[in-house]
């Protein structure tokens, strides 16, 4: 009987390959990844669904093999081989969609009161021009959050991700003191929403939530495993957020792919609050050249959104 | 065997024997604010940390606020019954005890708030199964188990005497078990001369480890703060600001331990204005220090005006301007004008100043903790005021004063078991001298 499901499982996976199928509207960010998607071990459930291939044709696949596959605790140390993960986020693009913030909040299972990404409207100074800021987790390549942990809850790994296991963290939230950048949330209680993930915890994944303990924004290296970009890369319809790797030197927000070094050479990237020291893993292009008009930003907005950004000396000038 | 007359117990004893209706009804006091207290802390077991004031930006309240107060007024137990004994200060006798006990106390209270505030109390444990080395909680960790375990040793020498003392006082009315009770912890100590040779260097040495020990664990609990980057915390002046403060608010905490028991158990006699003054003058001192370390902090960070030093010295001065008056200015200078000037220094204003003193240090341990967390670097753009501003809730507060209820208890009941000025080698008349100097 396992013997039989092995077999199946690898026709299934030279169908894979035969076809060069890159599963849903993902994005490849490396060759590699292809294969350890099709190396989950995902059983079929019957049900099947209809994905995009990269030629451009609709076929069939099973249900139970679209699922992420969830690595163990011990396996999320390990970072992916010979990756170095980047962020490069546009701010001349960001009109506040807030189409990020719900895709990483449904992928996460999030409540609403929690957000691994936030945007800000940021104004550096009176004079100068306000902008929309999105800010997830930067994977700070000296990250002070995984030096303070009593317990090695959270880790800094190969490939530059910084996770949370939250099987392991104890709700100190000296991380949390720790992060300048106020990166994490803490889960004050238990929410509804973290039992919508029925699959087992996976610090990769980032879900089920636990109450008493920290998370934050993952890099969704789930996603990254089976070739595809973070949530919040993939659901913002400016592109603002590219993703890559500095290692192959390229980014891509889904649409269009740069190369790494160039864009941030040609385009002045930079790292939010160098100063500290942190050196982090997500570049910003400044807002320059920008599609929209920064009051776009308030468009569509709930009610309760908006007031989030009364107290800005933008708003307090503008809608006085 | 002494002569039972001329027994300084005699003097003593009905501290032990007897607990009035007040001694009953006081305790029944305490109880019921621990039981509220417990009440509020299962609300928090069963309902999880959102029924506290803190949120995702403040994510440390009250609760750290307790510990480091707690931690700091057990430190003016070590440091100055430590100083005392080492320095053979001669009116140290009628008050070292209760340094002492304030010390071992508090040290048992502090570290429960540091419990409060953690999101898993199941998985505590880890602290030590997997504890990283790299990080300052586990030197916390390390450092106030080391104290405590110190403190004990060094609260044991002093008090084995006056338990030889009651394990031999034959007119004593107690119960059985707690003349046996005292019996074994007198470890067959009898005053031999070797015996005193011995308990006074092993006294001597736990003094001067009792002192060190101190030193660390405050600084380590400063070091949480000042090696994150949070605007306020990060300050190379925090350990030993740290240090002072935390002496300077038990100094403050012993006078008025002082003034409760001479009023409660009649001590007049023993405990006078002479005793009130030495230690409202290490009061002053240390006040000084205090108003030192702070102006030098808030000097720098308001001359520089980083960014957000001055959005942090800006929150001050508006939202806690209060808090920051009565901790920063009132705190310092009251006790410099109070003790400082001859014609002020009764026992009742010391004993007042001392209390501004303890409010004024808790404050400035809160100004320390929430208004930094409530101007991180990036600007806090939420719409649930709860996010915005920290504000305790009452379960924080039950909780504040069962700390409060429960130092107290121990106290009483400490005072119950020992007598609250030691009496061991002081008879009869020699007492007078000996004691009072």
Redesign the interface.
């Known amino acids: 009987m396992e013997e039989e499901t092995n077999k199946n499982q690898k026709n299934t996976r030279r169908q894979f390959l035969k076809k060069g199928l890159i599963a849903g509207a993902g994005v490849a960010v490396g060759g590699s990844l292809i294969a350890a998607y099709v190396d989950a071990t995902a059983t079929e459930t019957g049900e099947k669904v209809k994905v995009l291939t990269t030629d451009g044709e609709i076929m069939e696949v099973d249900k139970g093999l679209l699922k992420l596959p969830r690595v163990s605790r011990e396996e999320s140390h390990q970072g992916l081989p010979g990756r170095k993960f980047v962020m490069v986020i546009d701010l001349g693009k960001c009109k506040n969609a807030r189409k990020c913030v719900e895709a990483c909040q449904k992928g996460h299972h999030l409540p609403k009161s929690q957000e691994f990404m936030k945007v800000y409207l940021l104004q550096d100074s009176e004079k100068t021009s306000p902008y929309w800021f999105p800010k997830p987790c930067f994977h700070c390549d000296n990250p002070l959050c995984v030096s303070v942990c009593p317990v090695g809850a959270t880790y800094k790994r190969s490939d530059g991700i910084v996770l949370i296991d939250n099987e392991r963290c104890i709700g100190c939230k000296f991380c949390m003191t720790g992060c300048p950048y106020s990166t994490r949330v803490f889960a004050w209680k238990h929410y509804e929403e973290f039992e919508q993930d029925k699959e087992p915890y996976s610090p990769e994944a980032g879900s089920p939530g636990k109450e008493g303990t920290v998370s934050k924004c993952d890099f969704c290296p789930d996603l990254i495993r089976v070739g595809k970009v973070p949530y919040c890369v993939s659901a913002c319809p400016m592109g603002v957020i590219y993703f890559g790797d500095v290692d192959e030197d390229t980014v891509t927000n889904g649409t269009e792919t740069f190369q790494f070094s160039k864009l941030i050479s040609d385009r002045a990237g930079y790292r939010y609050l160098e100063v500290l020291g942190t050196r982090p893993c997500v570049y910003y292009l400044p807002p320059v050249e920008r599609q929209f008009e920064v009051d776009r930003g308030f468009g569509d907005l709930d009610e309760k959104i908006k007031e989030r950004y009364k107290d800005t000396p933008y708003s307090k000038k503008h809608n006085p | 065997m002494e002569n039972e007359q001329n027994n300084p117990l005699k003097e003593f004893a009905p501290q032990l024997e007897r607990t009035t209706m007040q001694g009953y009804t006081w305790i029944l006091f305490l109880l019921l604010v621990i039981g509220v207290g417990f009440y509020a802390f299962l609300q928090q077991v069963l309902?999880?940390?959102?029924v506290t004031g803190?949120?995702?930006?403040v994510?440390?309240g009250v609760y750290i606020v307790n510990f480091i107060f707690f931690m700091g007024v057990s430190y003016a137990g070590a440091l100055i019954s430590g100083t005392l004994h080492l320095f053979k200060t001669p009116w140290r006798k009628p008050v070292i005890r209760m340094a002492e006990f304030i010390t071992v106390i508090s040290l048992l209270i502090g570290p429960c708030f540091i419990l409060l505030?953690?999101?898993?109390l199941d998985?505590?444990p880890?602290?030590v199964?997997?504890?990283?080395i790299?990080?300052?909680?586990?030197w916390d960790?390390i450092a106030i188990s080391t104290d405590i375990f110190g403190c004990f040793i060094f609260l044991y020498l002093a008090v084995l005497r006056d338990l030889a003392l009651l394990r031999d006082y034959e007119l004593l009315k107690l119960p059985k078990w707690r003349k046996k009770l005292y019996k074994a912890l007198a470890l067959g100590y009898t005053g031999t001369p070797e015996q005193q040779q011995r308990l006074n260097r092993a006294t001597d040495i736990m003094a001067a480890m009792v002192i060190s020990i101190a030193i660390i664990v405050y600084s380590v609990l400063a070091w949480?703060?000042s090696?994150?980057?949070?605007p306020g915390?990060h300050s190379t002046i925090f350990g030993p600001y740290f240090v002072i403060a935390a002496v300077y608010s038990g100094s403050a905490v012993l006078i008025i331990c002082m003034w409760v028991f001479r009023k409660v158990y009649h001590l007049e006699a023993y405990i006078t204005k002479k005793h009130f003054v030495a230690v409202g003058i290490i009061m002053l001192v240390l006040a000084a220090f205090f108003g030192y370390f702070t102006f030098s902090d808030y000097l720098t960070k308001w001359y520089g005006s980083e960014k957000n030093d001055e959005l942090l010295i800006q929150l001050l001065f508006k939202k806690f301007y209060w808090p920051f008056i009565i901790s920063n200015y009132v705190g310092v200078l009251l006790p410099l004008i109070v003790v400082g000037l001859a014609r002020f220094r009764t026992i009742n204003n010391i004993t007042f100043t001392a209390v501004v003193v303890v409010v004024a240090l808790w404050l400035n341990r809160y100004i320390i903790v929430v208004p930094t967390?409530e101007s991180?670097?990036?600007?806090?753009?939420?719409?649930?005021p709860e996010w915005l501003n920290y504000t305790a809730t009452w379960v924080e507060w039950s909780l504040t004063a069962t700390g409060v209820a429960v130092f107290c208890l121990l106290f009483t009941l400490a005072s119950k078991f020992i007598t609250i000025i030691p009496v061991s080698g002081v008879t009869g008349e020699e007492k007078k001298e000996d004691v009072l100097i």
């Open positions: 309902h999880g940390h959102e803190m949120r995702d930006n994510v440390w505030c953690i999101g898993r998985r505590l880890y602290l199964l997997f504890g990283r790299q990080s300052p909680i586990t960790v949480i703060f090696v994150t980057l949070q915390w967390l991180p670097y990036l600007p806090i753009q939420d719409a649930r």
